[in-house]
């Protein structure tokens, strides 16, 4: 009875023992789960250059800034719809070339200073200037012939020609708007009248943005914190994702491992669309890619959908041209040049160019770009071209490729509707052609919807029989992240991360 009650006791103690330490153990986790109510931690493949959409080309500042710290007129949706944004209303006059705009009162900038029509002027001015390096420059702000500002509430754009997708064009980061006292440092220090302010740049590892109490609809903000972790390792973003590193990838780059994730409860996996149009893009103005039968050679010579089953596993869609899938009058052209070795030897002899030819293939950093120029080495070693691979970071590959320094590279550039680019002989892939320029020069100037239609299409045929570059896929938007995380985007219209509707539940 004895030895009989002491176990008893002893049993007790050990019990109460282990609901101690299971208790002690438990905490940590709970207020880390806790904690998780209002954190988000979301992996992104490329660290931006800079902070300023509006002064430098990477897609990967819209990721952290855009909709987050700075907001343009207008919103572009994850359907792809527009809706009013620092802009309440506008109206357009009935020949197209003239908007109004009447803009949100009581906004403040997070900093405290005031958005108003002044603030507008300015950000489209110094977007214009000549001195400006905005990416959407020619298309859209040299097209802007007068700005007035009728009131403190109210801006009025004045164009030169009509543009039906104007009001997307004042939703995209290139549009956002910027104070006149904080524009700039705006590249380390961006202020805007968005949710979020800046917290910390960890270089080469993280952003981190704080909720700002002060935006005008705070209490709908239920993220805190957000922090933007850069892998640009397909492998590493798998293992943060099983890790709980972080939360999600909205732009999940391993195609060959969804499967997993697709089993695992923990998780959830969506594919949605994109406006992405990936390329081997060529230098047009180097010799021999000046000679369209060269350019057309390499097009014979690349096997779309075996890079497409090589790198995405099937999940992408060949193109033709310079145009997404999704894009309203798109033309179908992916088999303009189908995959023929022979026909593409024939037109490098017909160019009289000497195989073996010797080119560099530059890559990017994207596993699209490092895998996917591994296929197109090969392919194009069947033809008698060879490509020499050069792996380089995304500074390097915007200080040099960018700038026009290269034979031939892979790129997915993932800005909607930007053809206008082959309009610039000066972008980094040179196409010269003044037929092209007269055609959108034209498309620019008509109002008719179905002539511009038509000419849409023809712009999108002459980039293709010009064979401007080789166009090889549109990819699908892969989402993966954390069961319980709501609000992220499953497509990308744009490349934007809005955090304010994103919340765990």
């Known amino acids: 009875?004895?030895?009989?009650?002491?176990?008893?006791?002893?049993?007790?103690?050990?019990?109460?023992a282990a609901v101690l330490v299971a208790s002690l153990v438990a905490a940590p986790l709970q207020a880390q789960a806790q904690s998780r109510k209002d954190t988000v931690t979301l992996g992104m493949i490329l660290e931006p250059t800079s902070l300023d959409p509006t002064m430098a080309p990477a897609a990967a500042i819209g990721e952290v800034v855009h909709y987050n710290i700075l907001e343009g007129l207008t919103k572009i949706n994850v359907d792809g719809s527009i809706t009013p944004l620092l802009a309440e209303s506008w109206k357009m006059d009935a020949d197209g070339k003239a908007y109004t705009f009447k803009l949100r009162k009581g906004v403040k900038f997070s900093d405290g200073a005031p958005f108003d029509s002044a603030a507008v002027k300015f950000s489209f001015e110094r977007a214009k200037d000549a001195k400006s390096t905005n990416k959407a420059k020619g298309a859209v702000f040299n097209n802007i012939t007068h700005i007035s500002?009728?009131?403190?509430?109210?801006?009025?754009?004045?164009?030169t020609n009509p543009d039906g997708n104007f009001l997307f064009r004042m939703g995209e980061n290139t549009a956002v708007i910027l104070h006149p006292d904080s524009a700039a440092s705006a590249a380390t220090k961006p202020v805007g009248t968005g949710p979020y302010k800046l917290d910390n740049w960890a270089k080469g590892t993280a952003v981190t943005l704080s909720k700002w109490d002060g935006f005008r609809d705070a209490n709908a903000i239920k993220v805190k914190k957000v922090t933007f972790r850069f892998i640009n390792d397909s492998a590493a973003q798998v293992a943060a994702l099983l890790a709980g590193d972080i939360d999600g990838m909205p732009r999940f780059q391993s195609p060959q491992s969804l499967q997993q994730f697709q089993k695992d409860k923990r998780f959830v996996v969506e594919l949605g669309s994109t406006a992405g149009k990936g390329i081997m893009t060529i230098n047009n103005r180097k010799k021999p890619f000046d000679d369209v039968r060269v350019r057309r050679a390499l097009s014979h010579a690349v096997d779309k959908k075996a890079f497409i089953d090589g790198v995405f596993e099937g999940l992408a869609k060949p193109i033709g041209s310079h145009m997404a899938p999704t894009d309203a009058g798109?033309?179908?052209?992916?088999?303009?040049?189908a995959y023929d070795p022979e026909k593409a030897k024939a037109l490098l002899k017909e160019a009289g160019v000497q195989t073996p030819l010797n080119v560099t293939l530059t890559l990017p950093p994207p596993p699209y770009a490092r895998k996917g120029g591994e296929i197109l080495a090969a392919q194009l070693a069947k033809v008698g071209i060879v490509a020499k691979i050069e792996?380089?970071?995304?500074?390097?590959?915007?200080?040099?490729?960018?700038?026009?320094?290269?034979?031939?590279?892979?790129?997915?550039?993932?800005?909607?509707?930007d053809y206008m680019t082959y309009a610039n002989p000066q972008y980094y892939w040179?196409?010269?052609?003044?037929?092209?320029?007269?055609?959108?020069?034209?498309?620019?100037?008509t109002t008719g919807a179905k002539e511009r239609t038509q000419l849409f299409g023809d712009m999108q045929r002459m980039i293709a029989k010009d064979a401007v570059n080789v166009f090889l896929f549109n990819a699908t938007n892969t989402a993966v992240y954390r069961k319980g995380l709501k609000g992220l985007w499953s497509s990308s219209p744009i490349f934007a991360n809005d955090m304010s509707a994103v919340s765990w539940q």
């Open 391 to 417: 792996n380089v970071e995304w500074a390097q590959w915007l200080g040099g490729t960018f700038k026009g320094n290269f034979d031939l590279t892979v790129i997915n550039h993932v800005e909607p509707l």
């Open 149 to 159: 500002t009728p009131d403190a509430h109210t801006v009025v754009l004045v164009l």
């Open 1 to 16: 009875m004895k030895n009989s009650s002491c176990l008893t006791r002893r049993t007790l103690a050990l019990s109460s």
């Open 330 to 337: 798109y033309v179908e052209l992916s088999n303009t040049y």
């Open 430 to 445: 040179g196409y010269d052609s003044k037929a092209f320029r007269d055609l959108a020069a034209k498309h620019a100037a």
